[in-house]
């Protein structure tokens, strides 16, 4: 049985890994072979702020299947998939601030104060960057209950990352004028992933889901 359970989660985990790393690779691809259409570094940002927020929203879901569906490998999932979640992150950062600013503070600060949202993408990011480095089993121990309440603030970073993308958007929200479909998705979802954490709810859901 130990044995099966171990190849369950290998298996899992390399399937995370690939799945990671393949849309970095065709990103990758289609810069190389300059299909990234007429304006490469809004497709870049484009593309690496979406893979972000669905590894961030794929990492906030494992805890939770775990729980209702008592399913401990694909809670071992988290760590791996919040990491992929930070990467994409930063590299959306990098594409905004290194390949189209140049890391011009100056440019980037009038930025800011036209498109105040890019502070809560940033908030975001510095939240998954302190998360991805303290992932570590190590500073885990050292850490004891801080470490459990530091990355608890993963929840925060969520809530932040849907706000910075629902604000980034041109259109109308309130009467759904523009590209909102994905946003208000995630919106939903992180917000049944944070109910999820109250007991009552917690309940019902495994109640309802698993006939025990």
């Not at 209702?68 to 959306?92: D, E, N, Q, S, T």
């Not at 998360?131 to 004891?144: N, V, Y």
Request: aromatic share 14%.
């Amino acid at each position: 049985m130990d044995n099966k359970k171990n190849r369950d989660k290998n298996w899992l985990n390399l399937i995370v890994l690939i799945g990671g790393f393949i849309p970095l690779l065709l990103l990758g691809w289609s810069a190389l072979q300059g299909n990234l259409g007429f304006n490469p570094v809004q497709t870049v940002m484009q593309r690496t702020g979406n893979l972000g927020m669905i590894f961030l929203i794929l990492s906030l879901s494992c805890t939770p299947i775990n729980k209702i569906f008592k399913l401990p490998a694909v809670g071992r999932l988290r760590k791996p998939l919040g990491l992929f979640a930070a990467l994409y992150a930063f590299l959306h950062f990098a594409a905004f601030a290194i390949w189209d600013y140049q890391l011009n503070l100056g440019l980037i600060w009038n930025e800011i104060r036209t498109k105040p949202f890019i502070i809560f993408g940033a908030i975001a990011l510095v939240i998954l960057l302190i998360l991805a480095a303290t992932s570590f089993k190590s500073l885990q121990r050292k850490m004891g209950k801080t470490w459990v309440w530091l990355h608890r603030l993963v929840y925060v970073a969520g809530v932040l990352v849907v706000v910075h993308y629902l604000l980034s958007i041109k259109g109308d929200l309130f009467n759904l004028q523009g590209d909102f479909a994905l946003p208000i998705i995630a919106m939903v979802i992180v917000s049944l992933l944070l109910m999820v954490r109250i007991p009552a709810f917690y309940q019902f859901l495994r109640h309802w889901f698993v006939k025990e």
